[in-house]
């Protein structure tokens, strides 16, 4: 069976089941793996080995054994594999999200910046919030968090709320897709091999322009329709109660910065250092390992838990941020073995021969698959693991692109077109208080906006900055 055939079928079992057949998406994810691996020929399989024995992964008996192995062990495998590279880290981020929500760091980054810059440049504290805590902390968390400072604000100047809202998601929804540990990012890093600190790095800059037209287009939006503020506060789940008093600044920006200056310190160390001081680049390495800089990170995060907060609210940030994490790990898990299964197929080679000559049209080939099946099924997380794999089977191919802007191009793609079949449209639209036609014609367009300037900054950073 032709590669393009299974993967076809694969796709429309994932998204099928998400759309029609209402399933979960675990459950879609790991149906669409078990599709594929079913239908992938034992030549394939035969092929896919030889190629790991001949890079000296597999001696020839591990091979032939796993040949044999039934279509669900193969699925299982992969979805091992995944959870192994990533389970750590997921756990670590979503308890400094979770952390930093029951201590008051968030609100206390937030107050701050709302004192520094006045009620008449609101717009840019709750831009700037955004953009820093939807790196460790989920989207609907931070607009449940900043929903009520926002109407506060807004009522308190008579104007200008549609704006507020505007510039909250536009600063939150591009780091939720563009810079780890956010699940979507972070996966589609790990899948195309990028390191960490460059994702961050790359995904934070062009992330920053692409938000930065979401800004642009908000201003417009809130002279074309001005909003007034509900009347009523939004009803969300009650995790915005902080505890008082709120952490110092430093303290409350620390679980943020302090992995990403860990691993961006190991990720630049000159190659002079690392040969004249092996010792002290040990140091340096070990410290800047992902898994031990998010952990020191979520130390850091419980740190005002455990010596100013009651008894057991550390406990209580932890139990949560498991739960929670271990339904996105769940998924991360489930698109890995959907896209590991994927490259048994032979797709790699296949799209090596359809491709050549066309590898310039990489990035908006990514950006075009990830932004439909975002549209079709709603989620962009799921969006972003479900075309990963065809961003590795181009990279296996030949194409001379750097993987990072392949990820970042995907992460782009995510952004157009939220309506009602995506969660986070929802949670915009409720906790802001926004009807759905308000926020069709307010939101949607901003995101997708923001996804196509995204787009454009990755194929200009592309050409300035090959990186290889």
């Not at 790991?52 to 279509?71: M, Q």
């Not at 709120?246 to 679980?255: D, G, Q, S, V």
């Not at 296949?350 to 990035?363: I, K, R, S």
Request: with cysteine; charged share 10%; proline share 7%.
């Amino acid at each position: 069976m032709s590669p393009y055939l299974i993967l076809g079928c694969g796709m429309l079992i994932v998204v099928g089941g998400i759309l029609w057949l209402r399933c979960h998406p675990i459950l879609a994810l790991v149906l669409g793996a078990l599709g594929v691996a079913l239908l992938t020929p034992a030549g394939a399989l035969r092929t896919a080995a030889q190629l790991r024995v001949a890079k000296g992964e597999w001696t020839a008996g591990t091979a032939e054994k796993w040949i044999r192995k039934p279509a669900a062990a193969r699925v299982a495998e992969e979805f091992g594999r995944t959870c192994g590279n990533l389970g750590l880290l997921i756990a670590m981020a979503t308890i400094i999200g979770e952390a930093m929500l029951l201590s008051g760091a968030a609100a206390a980054i937030a107050s701050w910046l709302l004192r520094r810059v006045g009620a008449a440049r609101a717009h840019w504290a709750f831009f700037t919030t955004a953009f820093v805590l939807c790196i460790p902390v989920m989207l609907d968390t931070v607009m449940y968090l900043l929903a009520p400072l926002f109407q506060a604000v807004a009522r308190k100047t008579g104007r200008d709320y549609l704006l507020l809202v505007l510039c909250t998601v536009a600063g939150g929804t591009i780091t939720h897709s563009l810079v780890p540990p956010t699940p979507g990012p972070l996966f589609v890093a790990g899948e195309l091999g990028v390191p960490l600190g460059l994702m961050i790095g790359m995904g934070s800059a062009i992330g920053l322009g692409a938000a930065l037209t979401g800004v642009v287009y908000a201003r417009w939006a809130n002279r074309r329709w001005p909003t007034p503020a509900p009347a009523a506060e939004p009803v969300g789940p009650d995790r915005s109660m902080p505890i008082r008093p709120e952490p110092a600044l430093w303290l409350a920006l620390l679980p943020v910065f302090l992995p990403i200056a860990l691993i961006g310190m190991e990720a630049s160390i000159p190659a002079g250092f690392r040969s004249g001081y092996p010792g002290w680049t040990h140091v340096l390495t070990t410290l800047g390992d992902k898994d031990l800089a998010l952990t020191l990170g979520a130390l850091a995060a419980l740190a005002p838990l455990a010596f100013g907060a009651p008894t057991g609210m550390g406990g209580k940030a932890v139990q949560t941020a498991v739960v929670s994490g271990g339904v996105i790990l769940l998924i991360i898990g489930a698109g890995g073995a959907f896209g590991g299964v994927l490259q048994h197929t032979g797709i790699t080679a296949a799209l090596a021969e359809q491709f050549v000559g066309w590898h310039l049209l990489a990035l908006p080939l990514v950006f075009v698959a990830t932004m439909l099946v975002r549209t079709v099924q709603g989620s962009a997380t799921v969006a972003m693991i479900t075309v990963a794999p065809l961003a590795k089977a181009l990279l296996a191919s030949g194409t001379a692109m750097h993987p990072v802007y392949l990820a970042v191009a995907i992460g782009c793609g995510s952004k157009p077109f939220p309506w009602m079949n995506d969660a986070g449209f929802w949670i915009i639209s409720r906790v802001a208080g926004l009807s759905e036609a308000q926020t069709l014609r307010t939101v949607s367009p901003m995101m997708s906006l923001q996804g196509l300037a995204g787009l454009v900054l990755t194929v200009l950073c592309s050409w300035l900055l090959p990186l290889r």
